[in-house]
Structures are given as C-alpha cells and as structure tokens.
C-alpha cells in the first residue's frame, strides 16, 4: 500500500509543479479580432492600405518571393505614429498585424481592459493577387514600456513571422 502513495504523492506534485509553471509561464496575448483597433479602438486609427510611413522602416521581415511586411512610421496631427504593411507581390490569404504593448502606463481602453503582455491589432487578410495592406496606426512614445512589432504569414506556408520590438 505504501508504494501506491507513494506513486501517487509523486504525481501529485509533479501535477501541481506542471499547473504551477503553466500559471507561471508567459501569456500571449487575448483572442485577436481586427475590430480590437478599427473604427478608432483603443486609439488607434484607420488609413488607407496604400499608406506608406516615411524612408526609414524601423523593422522589416523579407517573407520570400518579393513579400515584405514592414513596421512603418510617419507623422499625423504633429504626432509619430507606426503601422504594419505588407507589401509585394501577396496572395489571398497573407495576413499582416502589429502588436502593441505599453505595459505600465496606457492600458489602451475603458478601466478593466489592461493590455498585458500586449494588444494584437489584427490580423488584416490580404483579399486579391498583389495587394498592398496596411494596419491601422497608433501614435508612438519612447518610453521603453510601449513598443510596436510587426507579424504576418504567407498563406503559402502559414509560418508566423515576426519582428523585434520597436
């Protein structure tokens, strides 16, 4: 009898130790919806999906066969902004978004709404051969604790890619 409680002492810990690192671990963000930040959500804006940001693309991903997805930054009403693009020669299917985090300090919605770890805006699903297709664009800070990246897959591979935060 004793080795049976034994076994199941044993799997019990190694349970809690299992459910103790799962509610440890890092969380990704909540189920994404482009309706998180269209139509002016949490800030950010809409745009044309032709919109380009100035000469310097903070971040860039070379997706294969002529496919780029960018982290594009501009100026609107005096302020700097960022978006992702992805842009080349798409598919139906190829999808772009932006995370956002600013953990700290601007949680992004109505009281109750904390972006933590971050915010997916998107994802935005290129519709024809060929289309060019922006995010929405959110003003940027320098504080550390609010950053932009940009995400996307090709419909050819659906392989996530993202960049560094910026």
């Not at 100026?75 to 995370?99: E, R």
């Not at 915010?119 to 297709?133: A, H, K, N, Y």
């Not at 090709?154 to 993202?162: F, K, P, Q, T, W």
Request: include cysteine; hydrophobic fraction near 35%.
């Amino acid at each position: 009898m004793r080795p049976l409680r034994s076994l199941l002492a044993s799997l019990t810990a190694v349970c809690a130790l299992a459910a103790g690192v799962t509610v440890a671990g890092t969380a990704g963000p909540a189920q994404a919806a482009p309706s998180d930040c269209t139509g002016g959500a949490r800030g950010f804006r809409d745009h044309p999906d032709d919109a380009s940001g100035d000469t310097h693309k903070p971040r860039r991903i070379e997706m294969g066969g002529g496919i780029v997805i960018t982290l594009e930054k501009g100026v609107y009403v005096g302020q700097q902004i960022a978006f992702g693009k992805i842009s080349g020669p798409t598919f139906p299917g190829d999808k772009v978004w932006l995370d956002w985090k600013a953990d700290g300090w601007d949680q992004g919605g109505p009281p109750g709404t904390a972006i933590r770890p971050w915010l997916q805006c998107g994802p935005f699903t290129v519709q024809r051969i060929g289309q060019s297709l922006t995010t929405p664009f959110k003003r940027t800070s320098t504080d550390p604790a609010y950053q932009f990246r940009v995400c996307g897959s090709l419909n050819s591979n659906h392989e996530v890619r993202c960049s560094e935060w910026w």
